[in-house]
């Protein structure tokens, strides 16, 4: 689509402003949509949508008299991106000038239909009166001076923080003008807020409501959910990306997957070196139930990790299938802020003890093995007729050792009822240095089943997995697998 025309009256004279500006067609329902006061953009490399956010809010601030804040996390990176987009569509519509930005009568009738640039403050002054500033949420303390900001574009979305987000949010108001709030960013991780905030929230519980399922994002490409503007893009949505470009996208699916589904799909994915690519979600909840109670009684295997505040308490219950080197992971408890005095008398604990007591009087030697750094929890939940003991493989280095030891395991398939442990491991990626080298015991979350899984295998050495096997015939089909979370009805 060809955008042509602007109109302006100036006192007793009217102005003429012919503007011609090519429109991608996958944007045109977007740029010109102004019904709501948050939009959300995602989409994969290339696929155009800083561009058509650009021009959409160039469009608004010629007709409308504004203030609007773009930002990014760190403002040194705003210069070479938004500013400089921003100048290149002003110029590429004849609009742009260099200058101080006033409006005498000295400047002739072209020069004051002209939209100001300026590099000190970083900025843009249209005829109107409209204008554009640029923050970093680096230094939220310049944010506290901004008045009748009416619009905000935050660019590179996901870079922020969820409570940056929020104090933009009160940032955002006018007396008179409808507000509109517009992000924008690729789709990178779901442990991303931007994910928790518009697709899937988690409470304190850990349990899971879905507010817009992503693959209905991916196919509907542009929809409102609770009032918010989603719309999706991907590479070919951009018809003036180089083939090139885009098959450079396309290669990546041979050396990098999960980059490829960021990239040049734009769905959320791990933009890394997954942690545990083996891991599987069970497809069919009879076969995986019947295979995890195949397994001997005592190759199950129970984890904690404690948490409260930020943290969460995870509790995972696991079954090792030694000759075919596989991993099952069939109930979890996830929630935190709850007390021990609390957490121990929750239904889910007390059959999972009570399972764990049926064991042990069948002449197995059972434990919750929990975190050893809090030696008085463990005491207290002995006190509340719990076996449960410290865990002995926490110790300096043990993040790398117990890393690859869950890696050595073929596959691990966990329940679809785990919900929290499938969130938490399947996009667990590592974390890189400032050269951009992995750090194998460090991961882009703080991932609580991940070390419940640990304590859980802590007396099963790496040789186990590899060799050792068992001359116990007794299974668990005897003893009931709703230890946790309900059920596992996969």
């Known amino acids: 689509m060809t955008l042509r025309l602007l109109s302006r009256r100036r006192k007793r004279n009217v102005v003429m402003v012919k503007i011609v500006k090519q429109v991608a067609p996958a944007f045109e329902n977007y740029i010109f949509d102004w019904d709501y006061e948050q939009y959300l953009l995602i989409g994969a490399y290339g696929s155009g949508k800083s561009h058509q956010t650009a021009v959409k809010i160039v469009l608004k601030l010629l007709q409308e008299r504004r203030t609007w804040l773009v930002a990014r996390q760190v403002f040194e990176t705003i210069n070479e991106s938004v500013y400089s987009l921003l100048t290149e569509i002003l110029d590429d519509m004849q609009l742009l000038s260099y200058g101080t930005g006033s409006y005498t009568k000295k400047r002739n009738s072209r020069a004051r239909q002209k939209v100001v640039a300026k590099k000190s403050p970083l900025g843009f002054i249209f005829p109107n009166g409209s204008r554009i500033i640029f923050k970093g949420l680096d230094k939220p303390v310049k944010l506290k001076s901004i008045h ?25 108001r006018h007396p008179v003008l409808p507000m509109h709030l517009i992000m924008s960013c690729n789709p990178v991780g779901r442990d991303n807020w931007i994910y928790h905030r518009f697709f899937a929230t988690t409470d304190d519980n850990g349990k899971e409501t879905t507010i817009l399922d992503e693959n209905k994002f ?6 409102v959910v609770n009032g918010v503007y989603y719309h999706h893009s991907m590479p070919e949505d951009n018809p003036w990306l180089p083939v090139a470009y885009i098959k450079r996208l396309e290669e990546m699916r041979k050396y990098d997957y999960p980059l490829y589904t960021v990239a040049r799909l734009g769905r959320f994915g791990a933009s890394g070196t997954r942690v545990l690519p083996q891991i599987e979600v069970a497809k069919r909840g009879d076969y995986f139930q019947k295979a995890v109670a195949m397994i001997p009684a005592e190759n199950h295997y129970f984890g904690m990790d404690f948490g409260f505040e930020e943290s969460y308490n995870a509790v995972i219950s696991c079954a090792v299938d030694i000759e075919r080197k596989l991993l099952y992971i069939y109930d979890e408890i996830y929630i935190n802020k709850v007390t021990d005095d609390k957490f121990a008398n929750f239904p889910e604990m007390v059959k999972l003890r009570d ?20 030696p008085k929890a463990i005491q207290y939940y002995r006190q509340c007729g719990y076996t449960i003991r410290g865990c002995k493989n926490k110790f300096v280095g043990s993040r790398l050792s117990n890393t690859r030891k869950i890696k050595r395991f073929h596959k691990i398939i966990i329940s679809q009822h785990c919900v929290n442990t499938i969130r938490e491991l399947k996009d667990l990626i590592y974390k890189k240095d400032a050269k951009g080298n992995v750090i194998h015991d460090q991961f882009n979350i703080d991932p609580h089943t991940f070390s419940a899984i ?37």
């Open 355 to 374: 399972k764990i007591n049926q064991l042990n009087n069948l002449g197995l030697n059972k434990f919750i093995v929990a975190d050893n750094a809090d």
């Open 218 to 223: 991916y196919e509907k490409k542009e929809l």
């Open 454 to 490: 640990w304590y859980a295998l802590d007396n099963v050495t790496v040789a186990d997995v590899k060799e050792r096997t068992f001359n116990s015939r007794s299974d668990f089909r005897g003893v009931p697998l709703h230890g946790i979370s309900g059920a596992v009805k996969i």
């Open 148 to 172: 009748d900001v009416s619009g905000i574009w935050l660019e590179e979305a996901s870079e922020a923080t969820y409570d940056s987000y929020k104090e933009l949010l009160g940032r955002l």
